[in-house]
């Protein structure tokens, strides 16, 4: 295998990204934990009806940036407004290329007023660290990577619980009474006599004046003590450590399209980006799947629009790529939308796909059927593609697979019948997850709201 010293270096040599991309021989994004703690489908069900405490201190990248210019380094990249940010608060930060096509997003947190931690896949660090490190910035960049990138130990322990019971596990466990968290904001406090801070959003269902999703992190040393600490009180509520594949899966409830095709991989204004970036990284090992095959990587790009995210847009600030947004503003745009996928079809394809020899579908893996680190699979209405399915999922509080999409605005209806075609073109690509199979369609029932 070709070492490559850049991004740049490997589509030098190898020619179109879209072709190394869709055999990249790498699978699923990984998460280094435990399956299965009791059973996915409880583990689900628990979300919903009283919590789950997902330990998300291996899979996710923390990159630190501090320093007095780390403000205007987020704001010169980030579409968002960062009027009023600083310790205390966080975002969903979103940046684009100059052309208004999204790079990545992340969890920004606020630590302190010079210093915000970066969290999420390494997309959007990455993006924010090349320009601390060559603009004129005064920024130093700390790097804690994801436990299988990471040779050394993590810097901090980072719990999620989610559930209408989580706020009651959460001061059973502190002792007394919490004060309250506002939405997307920071909340200072201790657990097992370790000094916390909770992030008060949800990963499942919508947010209400309760806080049914804290995220609460602190030194890595002490995780084990407040880990301890949030399980024993929850005894009594009914709390569930979650597996990574009830994780996986609940990114369809929540309505956050997890990894779409960076746009760094085309454009003169992105070589040095390119040039920057490792050949042998995350952005270069990609693993696009799925039904949609287009020999232009471009067409795998997306827009905040697209993503569900034009009310982070704000043209208050100079940023990268505000032009390119604000021309395209009033145009008609791709929404988010939910598919819920219908049943009789999904069976059939499982049992074809186990039963059906020699024309095998492909394989569904549950709760999750992911093949890759990002799907794209095509989505037909009549005789035109009208959109992109990106996540799908079976969890147990929708009742079936469902996916998160992005269908033109126009055929965004509510209850109309589409077709999502499953499976990869010309018998599937080279990738490790990926058998010979054949495609198939499935009926898909669009949903502008979501799902539970």
Same mark, same amino acid.
């Given at each position: 295998m070709?070492?490559?010293?850049s991004?740049?270096?490997?589509?030098q040599?190898?020619?179109?990204?879209?072709?190394?991309?869709?055999?990249? /021989?790498?699978?699923a994004? /990984?998460? =280094?934990?435990?399956?299965?703690?009791?059973?996915?489908?409880d583990?689900?069900?628990? %979300?919903?009806?009283?919590?789950?405490l997902?330990?998300?201190?291996?899979?996710?990248?923390?990159?630190?940036?501090?320093? =007095?210019?780390?403000?205007?380094?987020?704001?010169?990249?980030?579409?968002?407004?960062?009027?009023?940010?600083?310790?205390?608060?966080?975002?969903?930060?979103?940046?684009?290329?100059?052309?208004?096509?999204?790079?990545?997003?992340?969890?920004?947190?606020?630590?302190?007023?010079?210093?915000?931690?970066?969290?999420?896949?390494?997309?959007?660090?990455?993006?924010?660290?090349y320009?601390?490190?060559?603009?004129?910035?005064?920024?130093?960049?700390?790097?804690?990577?994801?436990?299988?990138?990471?040779?050394?130990?993590?810097?901090?322990?980072?719990?999620?619980?989610?559930?209408?019971?989580t706020?009651?596990? *959460?001061?059973?466990?502190?002792?007394?009474?919490?004060? /309250?968290?506002?939405?997307?904001?920071?909340?200072?406090?201790?657990?097992?006599?370790?000094?916390?801070?909770?992030?008060?959003?949800?990963?499942?269902?919508?947010?209400?004046?309760?806080?049914?999703?804290?995220?609460?992190t602190? =030194?890595?040393?002490?995780?084990?003590?407040?880990k301890?600490?949030?399980?024993?009180a929850?005894?009594?509520f009914?709390?569930?450590?979650?597996?990574?594949?009830?994780?996986?899966?609940?990114?369809?409830?929540?309505?956050?399209?997890?990894? /779409?095709?960076?746009?760094i991989?085309?454009?003169?204004?992105?070589?040095?980006?390119?040039?920057?970036?490792?050949?042998?990284?995350?952005?270069?090992?990609?693993?696009?799947?799925?039904?949609?095959?287009?020999?232009?990587?471009d067409?795998?790009?997306?827009?905040? %629009?697209?993503?569900?995210?034009?009310?982070?847009?704000?043209?208050?600030?100079?940023?990268?790529?505000?032009a390119?947004?604000?021309?395209?503003?009033?145009?008609?745009?791709?929404?988010?939308?939910?598919?819920?996928?219908?049943?009789?079809? *999904?069976?059939?394809?499982?049992?074809?796909?186990?039963?059906g020899?020699?024309?095998?579908?492909?394989?569904?893996?549950? =709760?999750?059927?992911?093949?890759?680190?990002?799907?794209?699979?095509?989505i037909?209405?009549?005789?035109?593609?009208?959109g992109?399915?990106?996540?799908?999922?079976?969890?147990?509080? *929708?009742?079936?697979?469902?996916?998160?999409?992005?269908?033109?605005?126009?055929?965004?209806?509510?209850?109309?019948?589409?077709?999502?075609? %499953?499976?990869?073109?010309?018998?599937?690509?080279?990738?490790?997850?990926?058998e010979?199979?054949?495609q198939?369609?499935?009926?898909?029932?669009?949903s502008?709201?979501?799902l539970?």
């Amino acid at each position: 295998m070709t070492d490559f010293k850049s991004l740049e270096d490997k589509i030098q040599a190898l020619g179109n990204p879209i072709n190394f991309l869709r055999n990249a /021989p790498v699978g699923a994004y /990984p998460f =280094p934990f435990e399956a299965e703690y009791t059973n996915w489908r409880d583990e689900q069900t628990a %979300w919903s009806t009283t919590a789950v405490l997902f330990d998300q201190s291996f899979h996710m990248f923390d990159i630190y940036f501090k320093g =007095p210019d780390v403000k205007q380094l987020f704001s010169d990249l980030g579409v968002n407004t960062f009027k009023g940010f600083g310790r205390g608060k966080a975002k969903q930060f979103v940046a684009c290329n100059d052309y208004g096509m999204v790079i990545a997003d992340g969890i920004l947190f606020g630590l302190e007023h010079d210093e915000y931690n970066l969290v999420g896949t390494p997309v959007a660090s990455n993006w924010v660290q090349y320009h601390a490190e060559t603009g004129d910035y005064d920024v130093a960049v700390t790097r804690d990577e994801a436990s299988v990138f990471n040779a050394g130990e993590r810097l901090q322990f980072r719990f999620q619980l989610n559930g209408p019971l989580t706020q009651k596990i *959460v001061e059973k466990a502190h002792g007394r009474t919490l004060a /309250p968290i506002p939405f997307f904001r920071l909340g200072e406090f201790d657990i097992a006599g370790v000094p916390v801070r909770a992030l008060n959003h949800t990963m499942a269902g919508m947010p209400g004046l309760e806080m049914t999703g804290l995220e609460i992190t602190g =030194p890595v040393a002490k995780g084990p003590a407040v880990k301890d600490a949030l399980m024993r009180a929850g005894e009594e509520f009914g709390l569930r450590l979650g597996g990574s594949q009830a994780y996986t899966s609940v990114t369809v409830e929540s309505g956050w399209l997890p990894m /779409p095709v960076p746009a760094i991989y085309s454009g003169e204004a992105m070589r040095p980006y390119r040039e920057w970036l490792s050949g042998s990284g995350f952005e270069a090992n990609m693993a696009i799947g799925g039904s949609f095959d287009s020999d232009v990587i471009d067409d795998y790009y997306t827009t905040p %629009w697209d993503l569900g995210y034009a009310r982070t847009i704000k043209f208050d600030h100079d940023f990268v790529g505000r032009a390119a947004l604000e021309a395209m503003a009033d145009e008609p745009h791709r929404r988010k939308v939910w598919l819920r996928w219908n049943d009789d079809d *999904v069976a059939k394809t499982m049992a074809d796909s186990l039963f059906g020899k020699p024309h095998r579908t492909k394989y569904m893996h549950l =709760p999750c059927p992911v093949f890759s680190v990002t799907p794209y699979d095509k989505i037909v209405y009549g005789d035109r593609i009208v959109g992109i399915s990106n996540w799908m999922a079976y969890t147990t509080n *929708v009742g079936s697979i469902s996916s998160i999409a992005m269908i033109d605005e126009a055929d965004a209806v509510d209850g109309r019948e589409v077709t999502v075609v %499953w499976g990869e073109p010309d018998g599937g690509s080279a990738k490790p997850l990926v058998e010979r199979h054949v495609q198939t369609d499935i009926r898909a029932t669009i949903s502008t709201a979501p799902l539970v």
